[in-house]
T-cell receptor
Framework: GAGVSQTPSNKVTEKGKYVELRCDPI?????LYWYRQSLGQGPEFLIY????????DSGLPNDRFFAVRPEGSVSTLKIQRTERGDSAVYLC????????????FGPGTRLTVL | GENVEQHPSTLSVQEGDSAVIKCTYS??????FPWYKQELGKRPQLIID?????GEKKDQRIAVTLNKTAKHFSLHITETQPEDSAVYFC?????????????FGKGTKLSVKP
């Protein structure tokens, strides 16, 4: 079956602009996670959804970052007033449930803020 | 919160030799420990995982050991092949309850020389 997909694969924007990154999880997976990976680092947790609700958003760095999952499937990560420090690969992962299941990662969106 | 340390940051071995990567974690409540392999520009792929009710798990040339008392776990790759070259990440999480996000180590770049 289809894996986790993310669009766009690459996004270049200017400082101060607004961006939206999309994640399509594996069908039937109720848990969805967003991570951010900077060059040479491991993925860093941002936010976790169980169904439609954000169960844990403790990893969001500040209030410029927001994510939604209105129908419990596709999720959108939104970044306002982008800064050069936001440049990274944004990874999405999904798992069947949150409790004991493997997280499958998408290919990521490489965000570059000029 | 949880902190995961990973060593070494780089590892170079000859084809056919074994490779060992070690991780320590800080939160004794962590109970799930996956290992991901990430090739350049690709998504992280799960290669093996272990839960805290077992001490060792093996899958062909790959094995993981867990010492809950010492709070460390290790990845062992035997008979290494050039295609094993990649960055390997360990992670820890607390499954169950309201949590489930993975805390990653900084990664180990493994190079297998033919």
């Amino acid at each position: 079956g289809a894996g986790v997909s993310q669009t766009p694969s690459n996004k270049v924007t200017e400082k101060g602009k607004y961006v939206e990154l999309r994640c399509d999880p594996i069908s039937g997976h109720t848990a969805l996670y967003w991570y951010r990976q900077s060059l040479g680092q491991g993925p860093e947790f941002l936010i976790y959804f169980q169904g439609t609700g954000a169960a844990d958003d403790s990893g969001l760095p500040n209030d410029r970052f927001f994510a939604v999952r209105p129908e419990g499937s596709v999720s959108t990560l939104k970044i306002q007033r982008t800064e050069r420090g936001d440049s990274a690969v944004y990874l999405c992962a999904s798992s069947l449930t949150h409790s004991t299941d493997t997280q499958y990662f998408g290919p990521g969106t490489r965000l570059t803020v000029l | 919160g949880e902190n995961v340390e990973q060593h070494p940051s780089t590892l170079s071995v000859q084809e056919g030799d074994s490779a060992v990567i070690k991780c320590t974690y800080s939160d004794s409540a962590s109970n799930y420990f996956p290992w991901y392999k990430q090739e350049l520009g690709k998504r992280p792929q799960l290669i093996i995982d272990i839960r805290s009710n077992v001490g060792e798990k093996k899958d062909q040339r790959i094995a993981v050991t867990l010492n809950k008392t010492a709070k460390h776990f290790s990845l062992h790759i035997t008979e290494t092949q050039p295609e094993d070259s990649a960055v390997y990440f360990c992670a820890a999480s607390i499954n169950g309850g309201s949590q489930g996000n993975l805390i990653f180590g900084k990664g180990t770049k493994l190079s297998v020389k033919p």
